[in-house]
């Protein structure tokens, strides 16, 4: 049992006088020696590794392979099926203050929040009162304090101490399937603050010795409504850290603590570096700006919330500023917080942020906080990025922090681009989709779930060389797999898959067109007594995934849902023709086929949707833009496209592209050259006698500008914006508005 | 590491050209560090590319160029040859505009139909090249939103201390945002 210290030494083995740095004092020299020297604890020098590089190597690959090994074996000791066979999922070694040392497979960027957890536990003396000891587990899911995306991602951390010193933190991470919140599933869409967001953890130790409380079980059980699988992850998260802990004693005994102290600060500075240098050898230095934009759809909560009775448009405006510490990424301009699940944390903001920047400068080095200390961020208080209310909800962050990350990763593939590496050139949109809910079967059991299935897998933005490729890409994981269609089925008695594919046509255009998003129909059989489903996305389709489409191209649309309830499923069911995607069921609806008592298409957050028998509900996300002029696409890849069935109207895909084709009784497409080559001339023509001059543009909005002319949700977003002064500055020199203009608050 | 790689001019005129096949493609992706020299070499290749002899300094586009166009001068340039002026004014707002607003007009470009843009929300802008009609840009915002300037690169610092060859016309005011210059003149214009 630990005791506290009047002081504030941290505690010691009994019979031993070592006496240790607190934590509070670890990170104040941390973040001395750093700030002071621009070196990682001021380490300005990689002694050891100069001395004896391969006894350097050998140490971090040993680090490495624990945590590897933990991925490896934990998810086969107990896990959900999003854990398990997805890339949902993470462990990690971070050092006393929870600097990341090494990552296994997996969503590699939510290393972000690890110093922010320990932060707080050193701010708030967690070492002093009533001690850290070796083994201890810890529990955080909270976005303030433990700087948490959202409390579906669940983390536990497990103090690695030696000789009574605090040496290392083992950390695990995944997506839990349900976390207790109004909204039942992980991400608590329509949560108005922080006590709507589930199971939110501040750190809080929940077990010793590698061994969870029993209590810890109770709060699974009672606070969250997939117990059975929660507890899975809780073990496998566990498990993974406890290899991990053990690994690391192994290798403090191998090579000495003082080896080990000196070796993992070198780490991340030797890493801190490299980015560096690789920033500098990737990028072209100057600003490159992007934006990006989200509904918020709550108008209709009055009754019960009457604060977040409003719908809110989200500005998300980022610049990238390459310099000579790496880069600087500033959100100045984006939206401020509200009373809405749609909001970030610093650390949820860098988990995001991170992702983007770790594949783009961390690929030739060891995955470390080395990207922490190279890119620097600033989120303005009060913003979206750093609330300057300690309540608000971050359940859905990632709607819109995807695209923050997708504004950093684009400008480093217009850097790239501009500097001949167009192999690396890509258009990032991050657009996905998931599905959550509850229900309850007719013997009485509860249960909850997410399907992951379009977060796991989404189309590939257009490289600047060809087109994008289907369900390969997840800007969070290296791990793309959008997860066993029959694993998903048995989380959810009730539901199944009538048709899970690519959705044709469903891609941002241009000379080389992104990836396809995927589609998939859900039926609804014998649904017990209770079932629910909602839909969180990475953008809903009312916007664009994000606001710039890359060299002339359209940027992907965002994601949607279509319920058909109450429906003749069983005819069609007889006659063999269900529908297998979004574009088929609206299809078989135009035809008079397939019959709806009531049919919804959702381009917002929907609210909780009860299925009856033979309802069926269609999602569509995991779609991504493309690159350069659709005119100067080559005829021959339309004609592919309309007969690999990816363009499916030709009418639409002609008109889009320019070209003429012939079909035959097969229905094989055969372009007409010259006649493509006409058309396309007409078009161009066509483009200059449709369009303004930009001046003539600038002049008619102006006047639309100065009458604020526009729906509530945009003049609030400009108010809200406008706050803050870089945007405020871009908006009145660009339209050249009187001082006096503004958008009042409404 | 291969730091000291070099890339065949053919391989990289493949990537300008998108003819590169997906095993060349991949060796490049997993370069462990890039090859130092492939500014240059990508510059030239774009040179023999376009009809006009300016020299290119930035390739900021599939169509687009800021090139040295006389001593002192940088502007950006279309392949076709048309110029829309110094790099720092954002040269969006030399282009031709086409504003899609309504959801018919959305559903030309946006397919399903549950996947469009909101109007009202959201407008699709599209920037043309006022000679040849290049669609230069797409950006899909809210009305009413500043035309934004995606890239301003400061050219002086990029080759003096990354590239090593400083420009012969280096000065403190390059790296600049005068984009306002041209809006101010526009409101003067009335």
Known sequence: MAHAFDNRTQLSPPGKEVRHQTLKQMFEKRDRLTQQTGHYCGVSELTLRAADPIKYERFYNKLHAAVLAARESARFVAASPGSREMGESLWGLATPEGDTLAVSLGFLSHTAIFPVSVRYMAEKEYDVNDGIEDGDVYAVSDGLTGGVPHPGDFY???????????????????????????????????????????????????????????????????????????????????????????????????????????????????????????????????????????????????????????????????????NDKGLLVDTEGSSRWGYHSYNATPGGADAALFLGMMNSFAHNTKVTAGIELAVQ????????????????????????????????????????????????AFTVDGNWGAWQGSGQTDEGVSYGFTNFE?????????????????????????????GDAEEFESCVPPLFYLGRKLLPGYFGHGKYRGGPGNSAVHWCVKPGKHIAVTRPNGGLSCTTSVGLGMSGAYPGPGSFMISARGTNLPALIETGETPRDARELLELIDAGKLEVENLEIWKTDCPELALKDNDLFVDAAGSSGGWGDPLDRDPALVINDLNDGMAP???????????????????????????????????????????????????????????????????????????????????????????AFNFPKE | MNEDVSISPELIGQLIDGTIDSDNAQRLLRLERKDKGRFFQYIDALQQRVAWPEKILLRLGDKLYIV?????????????????????????????????????????????????????????????????????????????????????PDLDKFYREYLGRPLPDEGSDWYQDRTDLVTREWAKAG
């Open chain 2, 68 to 152: 040295a166009s006389a001593p002192g001068k940088r502007v950006v340039k279309c392949a076709c040859g048309h110029e829309f002026g110094d790099y720092r004014q954002n040269w969006k707002l030399g282009c031709k505009i086409r504003v899609k607003r309504t959801l018919d007009d959305m559903l030309t470009v946006y397919d399903p139909a549950p996947a469009c843009p909101e109007p009202d929300i959201q407008e699709i802008r599209e920037f043309f090249c006022p000679v040849c009609a290049s669609q230069h840009a797409v950006e899909v915002v809210a009305p009413g939103y500043p035309v934004v300037f995606e890239m301003l």
């Open chain 1, 454 to 482: 379009w977060l796991g897998g989404t189309g590939r933005g257009a490289w600047c060389y060809k087109d994008g490729e289907p369900i390969v890409w997840a800007a969070w994981s290296q791990l793309a797999t959008c």
């Open chain 1, 156 to 322: 536990t951390f497990v103090a690695i101490c030696y000789e009574g010193e605090i040496v290392g933190w083992a950390v695990g991470i995944n997506h839990l399937m349900e976390n207790g919140a109004p909204v039942a599933g992980s991400w608590a869409t329509f949560s108005v603050d922080t006590f709507m967001d589930g199971l939110v953890c501040p750190p809080m130790r929940t077990g010793r010795k590698l061994k969870q409380e029993s209590w810890w079980k109770a709060i699974w059980q009672r606070r969250t409504r997939a117990a059975t699988m929660n507890i899975l992850d809780d073990k496998m998260r566990l498990a993974g850290c406890a290899m991990v802990h053990d690994a690391t004693h192994k290798l403090i005994k191998e090579f000495g603590l003082d080896y080990y102290k000196r070796a993992t600060r070198e780490v991340i500075e030797e890493s801190r570096r490299m980015i560096v240098d690789n920033m500098h050898a990737l990028m072209v230095p100057g600003t490159y700006n992007g934006c990006a934009f989200r509904l918020v759809k709550y108008k209709g909560l009055q009754q019960i919330w009457s604060h977040a009775d409003k719908n809110t448009l989200l500005h998300i405006r980022a610049s990238v500023e390459p």
């Open chain 1, 377 to 424: 961020r600033h989120y303005p208080s009060g913003s979206l990025y750093n609330p300057d209310y300690e309540f608000t909800s971050n359940a859905n962050l990632w709607a819109q922090t995807v695209s923050l990350n997708s504004i950093g990763f684009n400008a480093v593939s217009r850097a790239m681009f501009s500097r001949g590496y167009l192999e690396e």
């Open chain 1, 649 to 739: 109207r030709y009418e639409f895909t002609a008109n889009l592209y320019g070209i003429v084709a012939t079909v035959d009784a097969a229905d094989v497409w055969t372009l007409d050259a010259g006649a493509t080559a006409a058309r396309r001339a007409a078009m161009r023509q066509a483009r200059i006698g449709d369009s303004q001059t930009a001046q003539a543009w600038w002049a008619s909005e102006r006047t639309r500008v100065l009458a604020r002319d526009f729906i509530p949700e945009v003049r609030e977003m400009y108010e809200q914006s406008m706050s803050f002064g870089k945007f405020d500055n871009e908006f009145r020199k660009f339209w050249q508005v009187p001082a």
